[in-house]
Nanobody, 116 residues
Framework: QARVVESGGGMVQPGGSLRLSCICS????????MRWYRQAPGRQRELVAA???????DTIDSVKGRFIVSGDTAKDRMYLEMNSLKPEDTAKYFC??????????WGQGIQVTVSA
């Protein structure tokens, strides 16, 4: 059974930075993609960033230029460097590990709060 663990969240002032980590352990399947999602209170979960097998990566437009996604699916890990954080980035951030066609595993999520 694969286990997905996020770390690195916390509280920061507007303009600050945080670095999230996602580590997957215990999987017997190869990873197709790893994705960061976030969900703010009262809002739907949204995809923020992703890396794919073969080295592809992308972020959504609202965080481009501020967030950098990195990692290596072959090493079962992904990172999200978040800079110039805004209050609207406040959310619970989740890591998803895609083992297509063998399914998907999610972490428990980690809170990021941006507040003065």
């Amino acid at each position: 059974q694969a286990r997905v663990v996020e770390s690195g969240g916390g509280m920061v002032q507007p303009g600050g930075s945080l670095r999230l980590s996602c580590i997957c352990s215990g999987s017997i399947f190869s990873i197709y993609a790893m994705r960061w999602y976030r969900q703010a209170p009262g809002r739907q979960r949204e995809l923020v960033a992703a890396i794919t097998r073969g080295g592809g990566s992308d972020t959504i437009d609202s965080v481009k230029g501020r967030f950098i996604v990195s990692g290596d699916t072959a090493k079962d890990r992904m990172y999200l460097e978040m800079n110039s954080l805004k209050p609207e980035d406040t959310a619970k951030y989740f890591c998803s590990v895609d083992f297509t066609p063998m399914g998907e595993e999610w972490g428990q999520g980690i809170q990021v709060t941006v507040s003065a």
